[in-house]
């Protein structure tokens, strides 16, 4: 008989204390949908007085923190929570909104977040953040695996595919500065002196019509940025993203012959990058070597089959061939690359693209044989039309 007693006060007060972390987690959704974060705090204290070192009660408490501004009190409350935990990918993206800033290399919000994928493939927010990441420290290269990733997990939204399709024209208003602060920050400065440069030279690049500046202040700036280029490529002479910017320097001035010296210091390593064969393909086509010009822009395309100038360079060169018909497919495809870029130019922020746009990238990823893209894209236009 007194055994039955102590079991049924023991399973009473299982049931009441169960019952008990219900009240707590409801109230904090409640509290966290409505964006509640004092009241989110008072209720996470209670649950942690409640339940010392609940998982769930901290993270609350961490988000609660973070929100109001007390990113020391939020790290102290998430840095414990571990891996297998649930909600172990939201920390992450909260851990690497904390580091992503001055005072943090970029290496530490992009492996937060990629932890934060590997936690929950089927989140979206990690991977918009995680973009970001890799478009402020150019690693194009980076970005078409995760927006594959994304593809395959249905965790895409139509900005991401904007870094995939025109990832040259998404710029920085902040890059600049973080990648300078970075440069003080680190024990190597020479990749965060090359990105600051990167940002600046990107940033002119696309007010090439000078709206944002006089004339006389744009030809000034042309001078301070070719200055600044020549200054770090003597400091470092073997910086692969350098050479690649004296090439393009080259380029816009027409001069072929320097494009061929400085493409002949682009490292061997750098051979996956399509970037080098793309400016073969052009140094080429300046000097009518149509067959060069040919397999440099294939082989450009064909590492990055989104490459909208590549393709209206390809379609030249085939109509010097008298190749009429690929002529016409590659100048077409350019024309239409062409037009994406500069619709999502005139746009105020890269998460409003239009269902007009979005069927007319969903067209190139199709012309440029690159079905599951296609397929994707095609899948978000019918949601915009809803």
Same mark, same amino acid.
């Given at each position: 008989m007194?055994?039955c007693?102590a079991?049924?006060?023991?399973?009473?007060r +299982?049931?009441w204390?169960?019952?008990?972390v219900?009240?707590?987690r409801?109230?904090?959704q409640v509290a966290t949908?409505s964006?509640?974060?004092?009241?989110?705090?008072?209720?996470s204290?209670?649950?942690?007085?409640y339940?010392?070192g609940?998982p769930?009660?901290?993270f609350?408490?961490g988000?609660?923190?973070?929100m109001?501004?007390?990113?020391?009190?939020?790290?102290?409350?998430?840095e414990?929570i571990?891996p297998e935990l649930?909600?172990?990918?939201e920390r992450?993206?909260?851990m690497a909104?904390?580091?992503s800033?001055?005072? +943090?290399l970029p290496?530490?919000?992009?492996?937060?977040?990629?932890?934060?994928?590997?936690?929950?493939?089927?989140?979206?927010e990690h991977?918009r953040?995680?973009?970001?990441?890799?478009?402020?420290t150019?690693?194009?290269?980076?970005?078409?695996?995760l927006?594959?990733?994304?593809?395959a997990?249905?965790?895409?939204t139509p900005?991401?595919?904007?870094?995939?399709?025109?990832?040259?024209i998404?710029?920085y208003?902040d890059?600049?500065?973080?990648?300078s602060?970075w440069?003080?920050?680190?024990?190597d400065?020479e990749?965060?002196?090359?990105?600051?440069?990167?940002?600046?030279a990107?940033?002119?690049?696309l007010?090439e019509t000078?709206l944002?500046t006089?004339?006389k202040?744009?030809?000034?700036?042309?001078?301070?940025?070719h200055?600044?280029?020549d200054d770090?490529?003597?400091r470092y002479?073997?910086?692969?993203?350098?050479?690649l910017?004296?090439v393009?320097e080259? *380029?816009?001035?027409?001069?072929a012959?320097e494009m061929?010296?400085w493409?002949?210091?682009v490292r061997?390593s750098?051979?996956g990058d399509p970037?080098?064969?793309h400016?073969?393909?052009?140094?080429h086509?300046?000097?009518?070597?149509?067959?060069?010009?040919?397999?440099?822009?294939?082989e450009?395309i064909?590492?990055?089959?989104?490459d909208?100038?590549g393709c209206?360079q390809?379609?030249t060169?085939?109509a010097?061939q008298g190749?009429?018909?690929?002529s016409?497919?590659?100048?077409?495809?350019g024309?239409l690359?062409?037009?994406?870029r500069?619709?999502i130019?005139?746009?105020? *922020?890269?998460?409003?693209l239009t269902? *007009?746009l979005?069927?007319?990238?969903?067209?190139?990823?199709l *012309?440029?044989e690159?079905p599951?893209?296609?397929?994707?894209?095609?899948t978000l236009?019918?949601?915009?039309?809803r």
């Amino acid at each position: 008989m007194i055994l039955c007693i102590a079991l049924a006060v023991l399973v009473g007060r +299982h049931f009441w204390q169960r019952s008990r972390v219900n009240e707590f987690r409801n109230a904090a959704q409640v509290a966290t949908e409505s964006q509640r974060w004092g009241h989110l705090a008072s209720i996470s204290k209670m649950w942690m007085e409640y339940r010392p070192g609940d998982p769930e009660a901290r993270f609350a408490a961490g988000l609660a923190a973070y929100m109001r501004g007390d990113e020391s009190t939020a790290r102290d409350l998430l840095e414990p929570i571990e891996p297998e935990l649930p909600m172990f990918a939201e920390r992450c993206v909260l851990m690497a909104k904390m580091a992503s800033d001055a005072e +943090h290399l970029p290496a530490v919000p992009i492996e937060y977040l990629k932890q934060a994928i590997e936690s929950n493939p089927s989140l979206t927010e990690h991977r918009r953040l995680l973009l970001r990441q890799y478009g402020l420290t150019f690693q194009q290269q980076a970005i078409t695996p995760l927006v594959n990733d994304a593809v395959a997990n249905e965790a895409d939204t139509p900005a991401m595919y904007v870094y995939l399709l025109a990832g040259s024209i998404v710029t920085y208003s902040d890059g600049e500065t973080f990648a300078s602060q970075w440069a003080e920050l680190a024990d190597d400065p020479e990749p965060y002196l090359v990105m600051a440069y990167r940002h600046a030279a990107q940033a002119k690049r696309l007010n090439e019509t000078g709206l944002d500046t006089t004339r006389k202040e744009f030809d000034e700036e042309t001078v301070r940025l070719h200055q600044r280029l020549d200054d770090l490529s003597m400091r470092y002479p073997e910086n692969t993203e350098l050479i690649l910017e004296q090439v393009e320097e080259a *380029s816009s001035e027409g001069d072929a012959e320097e494009m061929r010296r400085w493409l002949a210091k682009v490292r061997v390593s750098s051979a996956g990058d399509p970037r080098p064969w793309h400016w073969k393909g052009v140094m080429h086509v300046m000097r009518q070597e149509w067959e060069q010009a040919e397999a440099a822009l294939r082989e450009s395309i064909r590492r990055d089959p989104f490459d909208w100038i590549g393709c209206h360079q390809l379609g030249t060169v085939l109509a010097h061939q008298g190749d009429v018909d690929a002529s016409k497919r590659y100048l077409e495809l350019g024309a239409l690359g062409n037009q994406i870029r500069r619709e999502i130019t005139d746009l105020k *922020s890269i998460d409003q693209l239009t269902p *007009s746009l979005l069927r007319q990238m969903h067209r190139f990823a199709l *012309s440029a044989e690159q079905p599951l893209i296609a397929e994707r894209l095609e899948t978000l236009v019918e949601r915009a039309t809803r």
